[in-house]
């Protein structure tokens, strides 16, 4: 979690010690995104269960039954599994057509840390009082920045295409990001998966 906090106030220097790491996917998997995602969904879960949650701007708060926070966090971080895997893999392929190497490594490098600050922004959602799309959005917003270092750094694309691969990695991030935490939502408001 140190990491993410590099990351967001001094991404240069996080990104080059990532990059000098040299971590393969399985590490980065089990030792840095588990940890994070269990933790920052483990407290927004248990918020739910021992707060509620707020659905509208009266104060008016709704009970949230455990196996229901369970299933909403579980969502949440199996989703953001999933996108992070496969865009991983797209943004591979993105890179070759923009003749640059770049190797499922890195791209996953790239994408678990291009991820982390929505995922840690999770735990500003832990309260009940802020909307749950602000925390999405501010973390959004900070993996954008987070991105803009990291993308030069990992990849090492020529000056010309990395602005290219800056806003791929965005979009990326924001949008699967949003339907993972969209999908969750409906979940917990009961539209799906009763």
């Known amino acids: 979690m140190i990491t993410v906090f590099q990351l967001i ?56 039954t455990q196996d229901l926070a369970i299933r909403y966090g579980a969502t949440q971080a199996v989703m953001l599994i999933i996108s992070i895997f496969a865009w991983a893999k797209f943004l591979q392929w993105i890179t070759h057509s923009f003749q ?54 990992i990849l090492r694309p020529d000056q010309t295409k990395g602005f290219g691969l800056y806003m791929v990695s965005v979009i990326i991030v924001v949008l699967s990001s949003g339907l993972s935490h969209f999908v969750a939502l409906s979940i917990l408001h009961g539209k799906l998966l009763h």
Request: glycine share 8%; net charge positive; hydrophobic share 55%.
């Open 100 to 153: 640059v190497e770049g190797s499922y490594k890195q791209c996953f490098t790239l994408m678990v840390y291009g991820f982390s600050p929505v995922i840690l922004l999770r735990l500003l959602d832990a309260v009940p009082r802020i909307n749950t799309w602000a925390c999405w959005a501010i973390g959004a917003l900070l993996s954008a920045s987070v991105l803009y270092q990291g993308v030069g750094i």
């Open 9 to 64: 106030f001094s991404p240069f220097r996080a990104w080059e010690k990532i990059n000098l790491a040299q971590r393969r996917v399985f590490w980065i998997f089990l030792f840095f995104l588990i940890p994070l995602l269990l933790f920052s969904v483990g407290v927004e879960g248990l918020s739910l269960w021992s707060w509620g949650e707020r659905r509208s701007e009266f104060d008016y708060f709704v009970k949230v």
